[in-house]
């Protein structure tokens, strides 16, 4: 399988999404909604807790928010 087939047919954001989400991660997608920024995409590995990502409208950067709520750079994007 290809590593763009990987999610096969799930949504990038699954419907209901905010149950996987620590409340620290609400909070701070809430908060960072409010600026602009949006929730991008959702990594859900089997077994492992998900990888919130977001994207800052002015630059395109992505961003991490970590499951205590503080948010790092994203950078394991994968190349078309």
């Known amino acids: 399988m290809a590593d763009s087939d990987k999610r096969g047919k799930q949504p990038e954001v699954p419907f209901g999404y905010e149950a996987l989400l620590t409340d620290a991660q609400r909070n701070t997608l ?3 909604r409010n600026k602009g920024w949006s929730l991008h ?3 859900r590995p ?3 807790k998900p990888t919130v990502v977001l994207t800052e409208p002015d630059t395109g950067k992505s961003w991490i928010i970590l499951d205590d709520g503080s948010i790092e ?3 394991e994007t994968r190349k078309k």
Do not use: A, G
Request: hydrophobic content about 50%.
């Open 30 to 32: 809430d908060r960072y």
């Open 41 to 43: 995409f959702m990594r």
């Open 46 to 48: 089997i077994f492992l």
């Open 73 to 75: 750079p994203f950078t």
